[in-house]
């Protein structure tokens, strides 16, 4: 199994646990959603670049995001995780960012994937929403053939005809993709099912099935939230289910 380093955090080795909310809003979003639960995580998460299904949804702050992202990340020296988008914006992203995502939208935009492949940061490549395990593979083929090997998976949940979640969490394929790859594959329950409920007994199944860590989404008030708001954990109801993992 690869290990990929991210300053002091080894991927692939123990259980990472990623979390943070969906979209940067502002500082003060950060500072009251992280503060909380800083000493659990190992890897901060927020989207400065959103993909949004709707053109009239937040976008992201774009630049001003990746600066409070960077600003927190280094007051609680825990490096962070944000979305590039757009091959325009990879440079820019990776300047900033610590760990650079290719959204389940974005899995088989091969031009974004040729860029990150030239990029001296780790890529962590979400599976598409309607994408094979064979697929996924292909496309982090893609950004190992460019030279970038430092790469994680994310399975992020597949659509299926099942409605009581968001996407169906496919943990059957992230089990195959981690054991072709030889990559350490993360879970992302947030997306994959869109309810706080599951969150915790799908952390269990990702760790017993021997997954290398979580992604979760997190915000000090999730009513607020100006996207996922349905999925978001408050900083209390993550510590109750983090606080056994991490005794920093
Ligand atoms: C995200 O993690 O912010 C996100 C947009 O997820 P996905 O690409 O899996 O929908
Ligand atoms: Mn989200």
Redesign the pocket.
Known sequence: MKVIKVKKVEIGRGFTIIAGP??VESREQMRKTLLPIYSNIDII?G?AF??RTSPESFQGLGEEGLIILKEISEELDIPFVT?VMDTRDVELVAFYADIL?I????MQNYSLLKEVSKVKKPVLL??G?ASTVKEWLCSLEYIAKGGNTNIIL?E??IRTFENLTRFTLDLAGAVIAQKESNLPVII?P??ATGRTDLIEPLVKASEAAGMKGV?I?VHYKPEKSK??KEQALTPAEFKKIFYLTKKK
């Open positions: 969906c979209s998460r989207g959103k993909p979305e995502q959204g389940a939208r974005n979400k599976r929403l994310c992020r949940g992302d947030s997306h992604m989404e996207s996922d």
